[in-house]
């Protein structure tokens, strides 16, 4: 049976010893499957999907990919409550300046 271009990724990510930059994981795949430059150009976006879906990868900054079993919860998972913050923070001020311009209408 043949294998997914991502399962054909976790072995490559499983023999590097470091985490490797998603262009140098997708050459390796498209190589070892036998994609044609047309296919590769086809399929690039479709695998990085795949790779970001994927619960058993991890990418680990610098565009740099990982298995997730490799690292921490906490070097992992992203806290977004200051993100969520931001966008309080942003909304509020937008709404402010909503009020401003329709007491300067008046």
């Given at each position: 049976?043949?294998?997914?271009?991502?399962?054909?990724?976790?072995?490559?990510?499983?023999?590097?010893?470091?985490?490797?930059?998603?262009?140098?994981?997708?050459?390796?795949?498209?190589?070892?499957?036998?994609?044609?430059?047309?296919q590769?150009?086809?399929?690039?976006?479709?695998f990085?999907?795949?790779?970001?879906?994927?619960?058993?990868?991890?990418?680990?900054?610098?565009?740099?990919?990982?298995?997730?079993?490799?690292?921490?919860?906490?070097?992992?998972?992203?806290?977004?409550?200051?993100?969520i913050?931001?966008?309080?923070?942003?909304?509020?001020?937008?709404?402010?300046?909503l009020?401003?311009?329709?007491?300067?209408?008046?």
């Open positions: 049976m043949k294998k997914s271009m991502i399962d054909v990724a976790f072995d490559l990510v499983s023999k590097k010893k470091k985490p490797a930059t998603f262009l140098k994981v997708w050459e390796e795949v498209s190589q070892m499957v036998g994609l044609t430059p047309a590769e150009e086809e399929n690039i976006a479709q990085y999907t795949d790779l970001s879906l994927d619960d058993r990868f991890v990418h680990v900054g610098d565009n740099k990919w990982d298995l997730r079993s490799r690292h921490t919860y906490n070097e992992v998972v992203v806290d977004t409550s200051s993100i913050i931001e966008e309080n923070e942003e909304e509020e001020v937008f709404e402010e300046e009020k401003k311009e329709k007491e300067e209408d008046f």
